[in-house]
């Protein structure tokens, strides 16, 4: 279920009852079918189980900027092809799905460090909005996770540059 319907059957369904938009998006999000199989982080052990760990941190604000620089350089591109369509469709279009990479990256690692933590894949479902966690819990993001904690890949994952930049992220912290 996209976005725009979750907050469609969360207006309907706030209507209907009177609570809050939050409140009926919690609802819309626990009636998300069950998810499929997701590609899975091995458990680790976290020192602070309560605590965002700094690595975690540290690499979301790194994509974080990577995906800034990007919707940055589409608006830059409205000011400077204003006529010249063909051009800025192209451009403008590639800097926009560079930037959904790094933001689909930052949800991927998030939920391989839940899976890290035992999270079950329904709350990791609820916590991502979406019933295919596959979409952004892929093999690169298990790979990112399993470096910024200085895992080994799962058992079948080949050595991937997700892994080696999760790692340069750990041994900076």
């Known amino acids: 279920m996209s976005s725009h319907a979750r907050h469609n059957?969360?207006?309907?369904?706030?209507?209907?009852?009177?609570g809050s938009h939050t409140q009926a998006l919690r609802q819309v999000r626990e009636q998300l079918p069950p998810s499929r199989s997701t590609s899975r982080a091995a458990a680790a052990p976290v020192r602070h189980a309560q605590a965002v760990p700094p690595v975690l941190l540290a690499a979301q604000a790194d994509l974080a900027r990577g995906a800034i620089r990007h919707l940055n350089e589409v608006m830059v591109l409205g000011e400077r092809l204003p006529h010249n369509l063909e051009e800025w469709a192209s451009l403008s279009s590639y800097a926009m799905t560079d930037a959904h990479a790094y933001t689909q990256m930052m949800a991927g690692?998030?939920?391989a460090f839940f899976q890290m933590l035992g999270w079950d894949d329904d709350t990791i479902r609820r916590n991502l909005q979406d019933c295919d966690?596959?979409?952004y819990v892929t093999r690169n993001a298990v790979a990112h996770?399993?470096?910024l904690f200085g895992r080994p890949l799962p058992p079948g994952?080949?050595?991937t540059t997700w892994w080696s930049i999760g790692g340069q992220y750990a041994a900076e912290d």
Do not use: I, P
């Open 9 to 18: 059957d969360a207006r309907r369904y706030r209507e209907a009852s009177g």
């Open 109 to 111: 690692t998030n939920g």
């Open 133 to 135: 966690a596959d979409r």
């Open 145 to 147: 996770a399993a470096g």
């Open 157 to 159: 994952t080949d050595l």
